[in-house]
């Protein structure tokens, strides 16, 4: 079609020319109103804990790692269902050490990698799906028995692990995991490389949504060792 003197046209396309009653008009192409779902993508190197919330314990900042014993939750969720929590690993000792996804408020339920350093490193993923886990064990027995036997009950009780993989781990190294909403799959990760540690998951078998798309770290769960600590953390929507 011929350009039309004083007509404007969108593109490469003229416009579409109409005919009716009152004579001739021109239908202009016009820009589709889209809405864009918001993604987070939020990260703390460890300075203090101002970004975090502390659910459980006593966690500390020591030489720029996140480090004491606790559960802290990042104090924003993400926007989707489909995020990812990663860590840069500062130090590595022996014990455990969770990234925690898809946790409600209070880290009653949950996903979590865990990275376990004993004779070897191994990743594991854990399930939280019961009120019971925040049971303390000081309430229980008493400090002793925390120290020695369950120090950090809110992740021994009622919790379930998946899938152990061992894995080659440095310093340096970025650890993550993802939850992918669109295959309901928990995915484990060295610095982007898939480790083999996954595990598919029942959509329904925690609840998902607003509320429930927290991020965090459990340090110190193994009594008297640290496990591994991170220098920095990033929560985000993948």
Known sequence: MPKIPGIPTTGNRAPQLVTGSKGVGVLVNTATEMTVMPKLSASDDFTNLSKWVTVYGTPTITSGMLAGTGVVRYKNQAFTDSMQAS??????????????????????????LEVSRGLTTTFSIIKGNSASSVESSTGLIGALFSLFFSLFSIFSESTTKFDTTTVTLNVSDEVSVWYDRATSTIRTYINGVPTGCSLEVERSEIPHGPGFRWGGVAQGITALNPGVRFTSYTLEDV
């Open 87 to 112: 860590g840069v690993v500062g130090s590595i000792g022996t014990g455990k050490t969770r990234l925690i996804i898809c946790a409600d408020e209070s880290v009653l339920r949950y996903y979590a």
